[in-house]
């Protein structure tokens, strides 16, 4: 391939163009920039057809990034979400209209993720064979600026998933801490996920072996469960029992 046609990323791109790439997404967004688009959400860009778009421009002159990423113009939404180009090794989430970038799950916590998905899948099975539990990625729509990917979530058989993005609420939320998640799970989202009444919410710990289990009642968390012991059991869920050590094994 000709040098001039090569395509690189949105990452790469900022980079050539000593600019952020949260401002290359948002000229994406606004269609301000040719790309190629490789897949769902996956854009590449050729430079010199970048440059030349702007008519002449230089790169300080094409915009002014003293302002916090798109937050310059208004709030996002669902459509503007799924405009952003997603880039390896990152997931992104909208929250109160503010672009939330965090870096991908480590291979521990997907670990944890695979092993309890496997849990509740089974226990389901018996309880709701209608019901369905998904994970990540798969974007559940809170609010018109609130768009999530769940770690885990349980949507039973009498709310099931119809559209894309998730608008059913579901009856369990799973999220599974990260270093950079604890504030988001622990706040942003559990807020969302109160007010917009998922009736239970779990958060995982990997590293201190910690479940903590909230229920809504009177449109508040309360917490059921926050357990390290060796057998988790919850109220809600008759006939749930895991180990907890086992969950958060790490091999060898």
Not at 38 to 56: C, D, E, M, P, T
Not at 118 to 125: A, G, H, N, T, V
Request: glycine fraction near 6%.
């Amino acid at each position: 391939m000709d040098s001039g046609d090569e395509l690189i990323t949105a990452q790469e791109l900022a980079d050539s163009l000593s600019l952020s790439v949260d401002t290359i997404w948002r000229y994406t967004r606004e269609k301000r920039i040719p790309y190629v688009e490789i897949g769902n959400r996956q854009y590449r860009y050729n430079k010199q057809k970048v440059l030349k778009a702007f008519s002449g421009e230089t790169p300080s002159s094409m915009v002014k990034e003293d302002f916090a990423p798109y937050q310059d113009k208004k709030k996002l939404t669902y459509k503007d979400y799924a405009m952003i180009p997603e880039e390896p090794g990152f997931r992104y989430e909208v929250i109160d209209g503010i672009l939330i970038r965090d870096p991908s799950p480590s291979f521990q916590h997907q670990r944890v993720s695979r092993r309890l998905q496997r849990i509740l899948e089974d226990y389901f099975q018996e309880t709701d064979q209608q019901g369905e539990v998904f994970d990540a990625p798969l974007d559940l729509n809170l609010t018109v600026h609130t768009v999530v990917q769940p770690d885990l979530m349980y949507l039973p058989g009498s709310r099931p998933a119809r559209n894309d993005p998730v608008d059913s609420v579901p009856e369990l939320i799973v999220e599974i801490l990260s270093p950079s998640t604890g504030r988001k799970d622990r706040v942003l989202k559990l807020n969302h996920y109160q007010s917009s009444g998922v009736p239970h919410y779990w958060i995982l710990d990997p590293e201190d072996g910690i479940i903590e289990a909230y229920e809504l009642r009177d449109e508040r968390y309360v917490s059921m469960v926050r357990s390290a012991k060796s057998i988790f059991s919850h109220p809600g869920f008759p006939g749930l029992s895991f180990n907890i050590d086992e969950l958060f094994s790490k091999p060898g």
